[in-house]
């Protein structure tokens, strides 16, 4: 698929690029720089995105990015509409300008069993006369369906469905969307203008993380990725667009002309299958990987079933099957009724949907103090999975939907998202059902509790709060942020109450002695907490920044902001002003960063953290110190997992082998080592080193 040595003389090309003096360039030499620095951006935009598999790390990937940005500043002509850079755009739409379809954007009739799917065929056999019909089958994308039109190679303009005739132009949004090609060579078919149609979607995790996020903030959450994904296409600000994740594919060209204006598909490539091997070609994201050509309708039916077993492992949110004839001359016979074409058909998966009875509703309080009713719910069974609770999100989803407790609601889980309540069944009432009374003081510490201006949830404000500083340590602590492991919700909950720890650098200050006391804490448990403890004080300071909990910023954010000072705390000479000059950083977000740094009890819990040991400020990469050196592990290490020490080693240009072998420098050498060792101990110009030597090493 792709093309090793290509890739090969790419990353040293990069590597030669990011060595290059630039101060001193002429606007020639800079021109090739720059159409250099796009190829190669271009190309791991495409592993990172497309196939998420990036062969350089986020590190140089960024250096290579503000590099072209520089040169870009300093010669603007050499900025083109295509480059990289042009994917952050910033200005604010007020309103969608509307533009026309080239084609009408149509919808597809829907079929819910076999039979509906023989019964389609028998049509299609009747229409073209056919006796065995070859179909594309395809998933089903369950997002916000988007048209893009490329002329001479450019993306020049994406559009909303809108009615079907007529959309918003998006342009500007959906170029923030990395797996939208800013060019693509469609010249080399032949092809000078070409509409696509395709899907903005969210991946199933990312949509998890974002609405995690937004509860915890009191933000109204999406009830599904398609929601997120249509509300995220049509937000005002690119930046915000940006910041939500999103991808695309593309399942579908509906038009494609060459120079003369002559329809190209219609003689070239004329099966919808090849149509979307080009556009995978073309680097587009694309359901190529999983596209079958079925003859028949009996092994479109298998495929179908097939999918509807898998459809949760799969990473997108999926509601069926797409069927079309794959070869696109019979579109012309086969044609449209006034809503659909004949040609193809929906193949709609099962709801994962339940009824069942509200027993009670209680209230949460998140970490920033966010208050979210949530309902007990008489357990169900919902697409294999048993549902308890759900979230009824705020007040005003409450009011809106009328629920009440005893009512029978009717609950939906797409994938493996949080449920949500789609309706009440008002025909199941007896009358016995009863309104929900909001609190009017925090169920965690009885502080009066309010509901800001412009949001949609109550809020406790005592920053002291136990269920926030629990809920705080938790998020401390989580996979995502300093990654603690062995010290579960539910230990952080046993902890506070027995005041071992009243906030987030107590952490660092346990008294195991006292820990070895409670019950069901062994010597071992003891020790292994003491080591994730102790490991967390080597993460990378983006988690730091990630796990201190600021409002809005995710991983992403943090990221951004680890990669624009050398210790966290620095964040505090930013400005507002100067946070919304950073990439995905809006005004909103810039606002809490800057008010949390300037606050002098979140800067004392990071100087705390400083003085416990642990990271704050960033790792210089010294690049080429252990350049070339081929590293083994074998044993268990007490510090550091493999990853970790294995990111150390590459950080510094060094490469990890998984077997010993007369090309390798190191064997590092942990608890009860594998035959590694012996092995190793055969070939002279091995050094053995132990855990400790080595941690000195990369220091
Ligand atoms: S083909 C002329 N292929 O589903 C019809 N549509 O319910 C062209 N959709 O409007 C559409 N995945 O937004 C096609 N693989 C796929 C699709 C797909 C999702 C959406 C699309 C369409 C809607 C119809």
Redesign the pocket.
């Known amino acids: 698929m792709y093309d090793k040595s290509l890739e090969k003389s790419l990353i040293e090309k990069s590597r030669e690029l990011l060595r290059l003096d630039v101060s001193g360039l002429s606007r020639e030499e800079a021109e090739t720089v720059v159409r250099d620095l796009r190829d190669i951006i271009r190309y791991h935009d495409w592993r990172y995105y497309v196939l998420a598999s990036p062969v350089v790390s986020d590190y140089e990937y960024d250096k290579l990015f503000k590099l072209l940005k520089y040169l870009e500043e300093r010669f603007p002509d050499l900025v083109t509409p295509d480059s990289p850079t042009q994917r952050v755009a910033s200005e604010i739409t007020k309103m969608f300008p509307q533009v026309k379809h080239l084609t009408p954007?149509?919808?597809?009739d829907?079929s819910y069993n076999e039979n509906d799917l023989r019964e389609f065929d028998r049509r299609v056999r009747e229409i073209t006369g056919l006796d065995a019909v070859e179909y594309a089958v395809?998933?089903?994308?369950?997002?916000?369906?988007i048209s893009l039109l490329y002329e001479n190679d450019l993306f020049v303009r994406g559009a909303t469905?809108g009615d079907g005739e007529v959309g918003e132009d998006i342009t500007n949004n959906l170029k923030t969307i990395k797996t939208i090609p800013l060019s693509a060579s469609f010249s080399k078919y032949g092809i000078k203008r070409v509409e696509i149609?395709?899907?903005v979607l969210v991946r199933k995790d990312v949509f998890k993380e974002l609405n995690e996020e937004r509860l915890k903030e009191g933000l109204t959450i999406f009830a599904n990725p398609r929601n997120m994904a249509s509300g995220s296409i049509r937000l005002q600000d690119p930046k915000e667009v940006a910041s939500r994740n999103l991808e695309a594919?593309v399942?579908?060209i509906?038009y494609a002309e060459d120079e003369e204006g002559v329809n190209v598909l219609r003689s070239k490539l004329v099966k919808h299958s090849q149509h979307i091997q080009m556009l995978d070609q073309l680097k587009f994201k694309t359901?190529f990987q999983v596209i079958r050509v079925c003859q028949g309708i009996e092994e479109v039916i298998q495929y179908c079933d097939y999918w509807q077993e898998i459809r949760d492992d799969y990473p997108y949110e999926?509601?069926g099957?797409?069927i079309?004839v794959n070869d696109t001359r019979l579109y012309e016979k086969l044609r449209?009724t006034s809503h659909?074409?004949r040609w193809?058909i929906?193949y709609k998966f099962k709801a994962r949907q339940g009824t069942t009875k509200i027993k009670e509703v209680v209230f949460q309080v998140g970490r920033t103090g966010a208050i979210t009713p949530v309902a007990k719910l008489e357990p169900v069974e919902i697409g294999g999975v048993i549902v308890s609770s759900v979230s009824l999100m705020n007040e005003d989803f409450i009011r809106e939907k009328d629920i009440r407790i005893r009512d029978t609601v009717l609950v939906e889980r797409a994938g493996d998202v949080i449920p949500y309540v789609v309706m009440v069944v008002k025909e199941a009432r007896d009358g016995d059902e009863k309104p929900i009374q909001f609190p009017q003081t925090c169920p965690s510490c009885g502080y009066p509790i309010k509901r800001p201006i412009g949001e949609s949830i109550y809020r406790c404000f005592n920053i002291n709060c136990p269920s926030q500083v629990i809920e705080r340590i938790i998020h401390f602590t989580s996979k995502d942020g300093m990654d603690i492991r062995g010290l579960s919700e539910a230990t952080i909950k046993k902890f506070y109450n027995l005041g071992l720890i009243k906030s987030i650098p107590d952490l660092y200050r346990l008294n195991y002695s006292i820990i070895k006391q409670i019950k069901g804490f062994g010597e071992k448990s003891v020790q292994n907490l003491k080591t994730s403890i102790e490991e967390s004080k080597t993460r990378p300071i983006y988690k730091l920044i990630y796990s201190l909990g600021i409002r809005y910023v995710g991983e992403t954010t943090a990221k951004t902001l680890s990669s624009v000072v050398k210790c966290v705390e620095d964040l505090k000479e930013f400005t507002k002003e100067e946070l919304t000059q950073l990439q995905d950083i809006g005004e909103k977000v810039a606002e809490e960063i800057y008010n949390f740094f300037h606050n002098y009890k979140n800067l004392e819990i990071i100087y705390q953290l400083k003085s416990l040991g642990v990271n704050t400020c960033r790792e210089e990469i010294r690049e080429g110190k252990l350049k070339g050196q081929v590293f083994v592990f074998t044993g268990t290490m007490k510090n550091l997992t493999r990853e970790r020490a294995k990111e150390m080693v590459e950080n510094l240009g060094g490469i990890v082998s998984d077997s010993v072998s007369k090309k390798v420098n190191y064997l590092v050498v942990g608890k009860e080592p594998g035959s590694k060792l012996q092995k190793a101990k055969k070939i002279p110009t091995i050094k053995i080193i132990s855990e400790d030597e080595f941690i000195e090493m990369v220091r």
Do not use: C, H, W
């Open positions: 954007m149509l919808s597809l829907n395809e998933p089903k994308f369950d997002g916000a369906g469905r149609r395709g899907e594919f399942y579908q509906t359901p999926i509601d099957m797409v079309k449209f659909y074409p193809a929906a």
